[in-house]
């Protein structure tokens, strides 16, 4: 039985199994682990990222320990990137955590080749100069990069990356498309048989929902010399004229139909977008 | 941000936390580093391994322990100083009445129930503390604040109650997997290994005329020295096959459903188990680990099973109930951390679902349903919690006008991924704060008291320790000091239809029902009537009066609605219906904003009747908007949510 995954259990119900493997085979660099970085990095490791490398050149002061939660009393002196890195390896013993004394900016100019061996690197509290250099090091190495910098109720993030291709989008809903406004030659028979104006009441609330948008898109690119509703005012029409179709309040068919009319307000074809994008 | 007003009305505040789970952990910590000093925090549960995804607070060494108690030991390691005091106890129990919630200038939630939350959010009204809540579900969550008398209580708006099914699609005309594990969890494990004494809607007559040599009158009653295999077999064939047969003899049924097909043992799996395997089941074996899975080399939970596995899962696991777990036979109930229930479940519903031609699903999928577990990751918690701590530092400080409630979104709508709004002002018909009467239509001569307490006053009502009154006689109410006499006397009206009780209740009469710990009356006008639809009104009884504000309002909200998810024509919006449901099904409390009166004095003319229009008229304008620029924009989910809002009835 899969027991290490019981920990993961809540979280592998959102993103599932590929989601949890993508995580697990991630390496991740911290730059500063001030209180913005150590929470991001918290995150990260309760989900079971797979390692983690914090760079941090200072030392624990007083100051540190009003704002993070990591250090402690005993840390002060010692090194910022280490005691944080201790915290984070009790919250989840799978991840691999490391750190390395010394300061970001440094680090920047010294070695720009130390990042293309991460898949993502969060860096916070640099100033500009050192965000700029940094990321032209990442966008050469294709490297995520995620800026982030937080002052008392204010802060940012920002995400810069080249490009990233995304497979399994998990959209929320199935997505279905019938080509309504453009139905296949089995779908365009099978619409022909049925007849919208069926006097038996029960055979005209069980037409399904899809013939009828079928039909009265037909009925519509009749009129409009094959254009389909595109306003808001000619979706408001289409909408209307399913409406019409109704001779019962009770139909569900037709008030599926009138739910689901905007599958046939989109244009047909290929984006032209798409089309012009020859990347 | 450090001026002396904000941090002495923090230094000297005493909050309580009601929950020390995912939000609760994050919550403590970010009260503790803004400075909070005084907290207190209860929470009944305790640690789980499956918390430690999120709950960061807690080690696996530490499963098992008060959540509550290990929470502020953890936080006291940082800020040494400060006072936090622990309650390993339900947020329900007597002793935290309305004078243990004044003494605190705010109340937190960090929930997971709609229950607590309703009884927590009246605790609240009665001691008039203001109360923050607040929910997560994945990636999705909410922050709203609740003062009384100047915004909504948290049961202003109706909150959906958990999902249920019509007996009949449970037991006889299932078309979704989650039916099929109802009846698995619900009837078939509750038959098999709970109470026998409970009812059962599961068909348990046979007429096999093989069993007949010793006059069985229950199927399910295990021979005296049956061979375990040839037990599970039986059942097995009764529920999948003979059971099935029978519904296909009913032919009104399935004139416009697909047939169920019957499933025999001897079909799916002809050899016995024992014989082939080789492998007795060893009596001796550590009862904690007894696993079907295991003993049939199945590793991943989140593999399918066939039909063919589904069959030996169920054979097995009820072979080592009944080897390994004899004596919890008869009082065991579904408990989604006992794996030989979740896999006994699995594969039964798993063939009741290939009986039925749906979908299998995996033992993941399966544990997820039938233990109604809620996705949950450590992001979206940390959001929430941080929210939380504004909105009481807000509340602390009085600084009404900026109150708001946030929703966080899964995906940013306008770029902006939290989303703020204005509380709305108290709705002048919830029940729980403005004390309006409710209606009810009943059978009186057919309903018993007992299940106007039952489906009523605890279900729909939240109450926990009701008191009902009618005029002046007392019908029901539960206490501890009760006498002996006073309980036979309740109990005897529990049984007794409305129409025969010592006091009569007709319609046109009125009941009034009260939970003295919670502070909380309600007047009930009792509406007699003969019928209720069984698949629409199940409980064959209706509570109304309930209302969301403004219902004239809703047909033009609708035709709004309409337009907004049409013009937005992106293929994942009429989901939106589906994630109003599934997130109902969850009952955590999350909740789509909605449009309503305002709190703020922006809105042209008076709050009570403008403010709708301008909420109106600024959607009418965002939708146009996008209607003129581009057809396919990234559906404004915050829109259609609010329109959707109106619809649900």
Redesign the interface.
């Known amino acids: 039985m899969a027991e290490p995954k019981a920990k993961y259990d809540r979280q592998l119900r959102i993103w599932g199994e590929h989601g949890q493997a993508a995580l697990e085979k991630a390496t991740i660099c911290l730059l500063n682990c001030g209180p913005t970085g150590s929470e991001t990095l918290k995150n990260l490791v309760l989900g079971g990222v797979g390692s983690i490398t914090v760079i941090d050149g200072s030392k624990v002061e007083p100051g540190d320990l009003g704002n993070n939660f990591m250090v402690d009393e005993s840390c002060v002196g010692q090194s910022k990137a280490k005691c944080v890195c201790t915290f984070l390896q009790e919250l989840n013993d799978a991840v691999k955590a490391k750190f390395i004394e010394e300061y970001p900016e440094a680090l920047i100019g010294s070695n720009p080749s130390f990042f293309s061996q991460f898949t993502i690197v969060v860096a916070t509290q640099l100033v500009e100069d050192s965000m700029i250099k940094l990321d032209k090091i990442c966008r050469e190495a294709n490297v995520l990069l995620i800026f982030a910098r937080s002052y008392g109720l204010t802060g940012f993030v920002r995400i810069s990356v080249k490009e990233h291709a995304v497979i399994e989008s998990k959209p929320d809903h199935f997505l279905d498309d019938l080509r309504l406004n453009n139905p296949w030659p089995e779908l365009k028979r099978f619409a022909e048989t049925i007849d919208l104006n069926v006097t038996d009441p029960v055979a005209h609330k069980h037409t399904p929902y899809v013939v009828i948008l079928v039909k009265i898109v037909e009925e519509w690119t009749k009129a409009h010399s094959g254009a389909l509703p595109s306003t808001w005012d000619e979706k408001k029409e289409f909408k209307e004229l399913l409406k019409a179709g109704m001779v019962a309040m009770d139909e569900d068919n037709y008030k599926e139909a009138i739910e689901a009319s905007f599958k046939v307000f989109a244009s047909r074809g290929i984006n032209s977008d798409l089309l012009r994008d020859n990347a | ?1 450090a001026s002396l007003q904000h941090s002495q009305a923090i230094k000297g505040a005493k909050v309580l936390m009601v929950g020390a789970g995912g939000i609760g952990c994050e919550l403590l ?1 970010t009260l ?2 803004s400075d909070f000093q005084d907290i207190h925090i209860i929470d009944m549960d305790t640690i789980e ?2 918390n ?3 709950q ?1 607070l807690f ?1 696996q060494s530490h499963v098992g322990q008060s959540k509550a108690k290990v929470a502020r030991d953890a ?1 006291l ?2 800020r040494p100083h400060i006072s936090i005091t622990p309650y390993h106890a339900n947020v329900k129990d007597s002793n935290f009445n309305v004078d243990f919630f004044k003494q605190f200038n705010v109340i937190l939630n960090g929930l997971d129930n709609l229950d607590a939350r309703r009884h927590v959010n009246r605790l609240c009204l009665a001691a008039e503390v203001p109360l923050v809540e607040s929910g997560t579900t ?2 999705l969550g909410q922050v709203t604040v609740h003062v009384k008398g100047k915004t909504e209580c948290y049961e202003c708006q109706p909150k959906p109650a958990p999902k249920t099914y019509p007996v009949c699609t449970i037991t006889s005309t299932p078309s979704k997997f989650v039916h099929c594990v109802v009846w698995a969890k619900d009837l078939l494990f509750a038959k098999l290994f709970g109470d026998k004494n409970q009812d059962n809607d599961l068909n348990v007559r046979s007429n096999d005329a093989a069993r007949s040599s010793k006059n069985v009158d229950d199927v399910f009653e295990w021979g005296e020295n049956e061979d375990i295999e040839q037990y599970g077999r039986r059942i097995y064939d009764h529920v999948f096959g003979y059971n099935i047969e029978q519904a296909l003899s009913n032919e009104e049924t399935w004139k416009n459903r697909n047939k169920p097909r019957p499933i025999y043992c001897r079909d799916v799996l002809p050899d016995i188990m024992t014989q082939r395997n080789g492998n007795n089941v060893d009596k001796t074996d550590d009862l904690s680990s007894a ?1 079907a ?2 003993s049939l080399g199945l ?4 593999d399918i099973w066939c039909l063919m596995e589904n069959t030996k899962v169920f054979i097995e696991a009820l072979k080592l109930f009944f080897t390994n777990r004899r004596k919890e036979i008869g009082n065991l109930s579904f408990d989604k951390d006992d ?1 030989l229930a979740v896999e006994f479940v699995t594969a039964a519903a798993n063939i009741r679902a290939a009986s039925f031609n749906i979908p299998l699903q995996s033992l ?1 999928e399966a544990k ?1 349903i039938a233990g109604n ?7 979206t918690n ?1 959001i929430v919690a941080g929210l939380i701590v ?1 909105e009481a530092i807000k509340v602390l400080k009085k600084d009404t006008e900026s109150y708001r409630m946030t929703y966080c979104l ?1 995906h940013p709508s306008k770029k902006m991924l939290l989303m703020p709004v204005e509380p709305f002002e108290p709705n002048k018909s919830c029940c729980v704060c403005s004390e309006t009467p409710l209606s009810l239509e009943i059978n009186t001569h057919r309903s018993k008291l007992r299940d106007f307490v039952e489906k009523i006053v605890k279900a729909k009502l939240g109450m926990n320790s009701p008191l009902i009154m009618h005029a002046t006689a007392l019908l029901y109410e539960v206490g501890d000091d009760l006498e002996e006499d006073e309980i036979a006397n309740y109990n005897a009206n529990l049984e007794k239809v409305l129409s025969e009780l010592p006091s009569p209740v007709t319609g046109g009469t009125m009941l009034t029902v009260e939970d003295l710990q919670q502070e909380f009356t309600c007047n009930i006008h009792i509406k007699h009537r003969e019928e209720f639809d069984e698949e629409k009104e199940p409980d064959g009884m209706v509570l109304s009066g309930w209302t969301q504000a403004l219902p004239e309002k809703k047909d033009a909200k609708t035709s709004n609605g ?2 907004a ?5 992106l ?5 939106n ?3 109003d449901i599934e997130v109902k099904e969850i009952s955590d409390g999350t909740v789509s904003p909605g449009t309503k009166r305002k709190l703020s004095e922006f809105s042209a003319g008076s709050p009570v009747d403008h403010s709708s229009d301008v909420d109106e008229t600024r959607n009418n304008k965002k ?2 908007k996008h ?2 620029e581009d ?2 924009v990234m559906l404004d989910h915050w829109d259609s949510d609010m329109s959707k809002k109106q619809r649900l009835p």
């Open positions: 941000m910590k503790a580093l391994v499956s430690l995804n999120r960061f080690r936080v390691r940082f994945g990636f696993s899975m295991a590793k991943n939970p989140q794996l993941f997820g577990i809620v996705h949950a990751v450590a992001t940390a504004i899964e309409n337009g998810s049409t013009s937005k024509s293929p994942t919006k009429p989901g219906t589906e994630i939708i146009q209607d003129d057809e396919l």
